[in-house]
């Protein structure tokens, strides 16, 4: 499970979507998942789902790999789906039985919140598969820009966040190795009640830490050795320019929005 993270990680190609400037990726993920949660007919819902079908068709990113993401998330996918299965009241009663009650508005809205947790982890995974992180740092200092008039450090803010969202990956490839060598060892971790297993995973959480400082002690050595000193004066070897391969999926954004806007006033 903890192999299926794909958020942080980065699939190579030359698609559409990987040439497009980190800047627009990165407002244009944060305009669609505001739209995911504006949405409320099935029209809208049909419409943004079928747009996240497109993305990934032309991220040249197999349907596999970015749906693997969701494998770890599953267990809150079905929480999600039951409390609001069994909290949400309707007037159209399908299943009633002592306390618990179970009608088609809680399914529906169980089925909306569901769909708007897997479109925002495919677009949150789809944005960082085709981005480097380099380019995503470039992004995020860019867009961070104005508030250096404010004294605000944006490339050190831009650099860890950066740094922190390429470790997730590292960590939980970090993670099943402990695993594996503590459950080689003897160790249990999938027998017991809740609080066994959360005990059982002690043992795992201690040489994590360990490591994960030992990695930051490592990489602030390694941008030390290469006279790292923050963003004032740094040259990039590649310059954020944007392209008509911008200008057109700009486009193709706005022209979605206002078919959402009207599906949503139409139905």
């Known amino acids: 499970?903890?192999?299926?993270?794909?958020?942080?990680?980065?699939?190579p190609g030359s698609s559409i979507i990987?040439?497009?400037?980190?800047r627009v990726k990165i407002i244009l993920t944060l305009i669609f998942m505001i739209l995911v949660f504006v949405v409320s007919s099935p029209a809208g819902y049909a419409l943004v789902t079928l747009f996240t079908m497109i993305a990934v068709f032309y991220s040249e990113v197999p349907i596999r790999y970015a749906l693997k993401g969701l494998k770890p998330l599953l267990f809150i996918i079905i929480f999600v789906a039951l409390i609001n299965i069994l909290t949400v009241k309707g007037e159209t009663i399908l299943f009633e039985y002592s306390f618990i009650h179970i009608s088609l508005e809680g399914i529906l809205t169980a089925g909306k919140m569901c769909l708007r947790l897997i479109l925002l982890v495919?677009?949150?995974s789809l944005m960082t598969l085709t981005t480097t992180p380099i380019m995503l740092t470039d992004g995020i200092e860019k867009l961070?820009?104005?508030?250096?008039?404010?004294?605000v450090p944006t490339h050190e803010i831009a650099m860890m966040m950066t740094i922190a969202?390429?470790?997730?990956?590292?960590?939980?490839?970090?993670?099943?190795k402990i695993m594996k060598?503590?459950?080689a060892r003897g160790a249990d971790f999938d027998t017991g009640n809740i609080v066994q297993k959360a005990k059982s995973f002690v043992p795992v959480l201690v040489p994590l830490f360990i490591s994960a400082f030992?990695?930051?002690?490592?990489?602030?050595?390694?941008?030390?050795?290469?006279c790292y000193r923050g963003g004032e004066g740094r040259t990039r070897m590649k310059q954020l320019k944007l392209t008509k391969t911008d200008a057109v999926v700009s486009g193709f954004i706005l022209i979605f929005i206002a078919a959402v806007t009207t599906a949503e006033i139409i139905f």
Do not use: C, S, W
């Not at 961070?144 to 004294?151: A, E, N, V």
């Not at 969202?165 to 993670?175: K, N, Q, S, V, W």
């Not at 030992?214 to 290469?226: C, G, K, W």
């Open 1 to 11: 499970m903890i192999g299926n993270i794909t958020i942080g990680q980065y699939y």
């Open 18 to 22: 990987h040439r497009v400037d980190p």
């Open 122 to 124: 495919i677009t949150a």
């Open 144 to 151: 961070l820009g104005p508030l250096k008039y404010i004294r």
């Open 165 to 176: 969202l390429r470790f997730i990956p590292t960590l939980m490839d970090e993670t099943d």
């Open 181 to 183: 060598a503590q459950a």
């Open 214 to 226: 030992r990695r930051a002690d490592e990489l602030a050595t390694a941008m030390e050795a290469r």
